[in-house]
């Protein structure tokens, strides 16, 4: 199989994370850029990027690069591409397209060329064109043009690998499923030790550093993928692919991981996804206010999301919460480190604990930090 150029797509901060996993996994020429990692393998990299990457937000395949300066640039650069080799025409399309800094201001507009230059080339050629569907469509195609260059890719996921097919209701500020795995995979925990996150709400945390520890593809539970609707797909391998991560994921933990919360609520539904993402074994939840986080046994790691978590929820409860969370920390979790990721500084600053790591990453578009604690 030849050589293939990917880009995986991430949020801002997760970039080397997501660079470390497509070298774990294989991947040549891994670069980095602002919100992605481009790389290249053959067509099973793809594959398993999709399946295995948990850092990343879309696996993209790249076609084709061209100067794009005008409207017209930018279909003819298009329509060059052969597209009936990629897919029937009987698949649904839709396009995204970024622009910066170029002569086309307009995504909305630079989408619409792009996808009558592919309408345009499946009729010139056989007559017939596929259909748009902006909501659900079976193949996306990707469009970003810089300045004069214009990049064209097929996107190999579908809906946002976010998405791992575990989360009913996501609950209120619930972290994306790609970043909670970020976060754990930044403080390079490997399952070895304990993992504690005392505000779980609906469990993100806890269930992505299970599937870390037991070695469990996140894109195992997931019903499809885009590249599954392209001409070349090859179920067998993809098959194969699916077997050998169903047989290497371990039914148990070598650690003790924890999700606790002050809602019952909260804690229902963290059980509740738990049990879709096949983790009910390997995570304990229980109620509980992290005024009583009290850990017992061998020290570990407590990584956690606290609530008031944005600057405008600042107020005399938000420092109440971070005055006992710092208690709480100096008190009764001496040997443990602690990952808190805030984007609230001047609620963070009532921990009254100096992080000896800041680590800056984005949760949507709350610019944030991972602050770490060595608890003596
Ligand atoms: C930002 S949310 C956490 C979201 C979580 N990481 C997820 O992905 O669903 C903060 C959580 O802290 C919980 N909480 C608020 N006060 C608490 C307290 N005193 N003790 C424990 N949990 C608390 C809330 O119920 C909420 O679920």
Request: hydrophobic share 35%; with cysteine.
């Amino acid at each position: 199989m030849g050589s293939r150029r990917y880009f995986a797509t991430t949020s801002k901060g997760l970039e080397d994370v997501l660079a470390g996993e497509i070298r774990a996994l294989g991947g040549k020429t891994v670069g980095t850029s602002t919100g992605g990692v481009p790389f290249s393998g053959d067509a099973a990299l793809g594959y398993r990027a999709n399946l295995w990457l948990r850092t990343a937000n879309r696996v993209l395949l790249h076609l084709s690069d061209f100067p794009a300066p005008t409207p017209a640039t930018l279909y003819e650069g298009a329509k060059a591409i052969p597209w009936p080799d990629f897919f029937p025409v009987r698949k649904t399309i839709a396009v995204d397209a970024t622009v910066r800094d170029s002569g086309i201001t307009h995504s909305h507009f630079a989408a619409q060329k792009a996808k009558d230059a592919v309408v345009d080339r499946f009729r010139e050629g056989s007559g017939s064109r596929p259909n748009v569907d902006p909501l659900s469509p079976e193949i996306r195609i990707n469009v970003r043009i810089v300045g004069d260059a214009c990049t064209v890719s097929l996107d190999l996921s579908g809906e946002s690998l976010n998405r791992r097919g575990y989360r009913g209701d996501p609950g209120e500020a619930s972290l994306r499923e790609t970043l909670a795995a970020g976060m754990v995979l930044l403080t390079g925990w490997d399952g070895g030790t304990p993992l504690l996150d005392p505000t779980c709400g609906a469990g993100t945390i806890p269930i992505e550093a299970a599937l870390v520890a037991t070695n469990t593809a996140p894109g195992l539970r997931r019903e499809t993928f885009a590249f599954q609707h392209l001409s070349d797909y090859d179920p067998p391998l993809w098959e194969s692919l699916v077997a050998e991560a169903k047989e290497t994921a371990l039914p148990s933990a070598p650690a003790r991981i924890e999700g606790s919360d002050l809602s019952p609520g909260a804690i229902r539904n963290a059980r509740r996804n738990a049990g879709r993402a096949g983790v009910s074994k390997v995570v304990a939840f229980a109620d509980r206010d992290i005024r009583e986080l009290s850990p017992s046994g061998p020290p570990g790691i407590i990584l956690c999301n606290p609530p008031y978590g944005v600057r405008i929820r600042s107020g005399p409860e938000a420092e109440s919460f971070y005055r006992a969370m710092g208690e709480a920390f100096k008190k009764r979790c001496a040997g443990w480190t602690a990952y808190v990721l805030s984007g609230n500084p001047d609620a963070s600053r009532h921990i009254g604990l100096k992080a000896s790591r800041k680590i800056p990453l984005m949760n949507g578009p709350i610019d944030c930090r991972l602050l770490r604690y060595e608890l003596y």
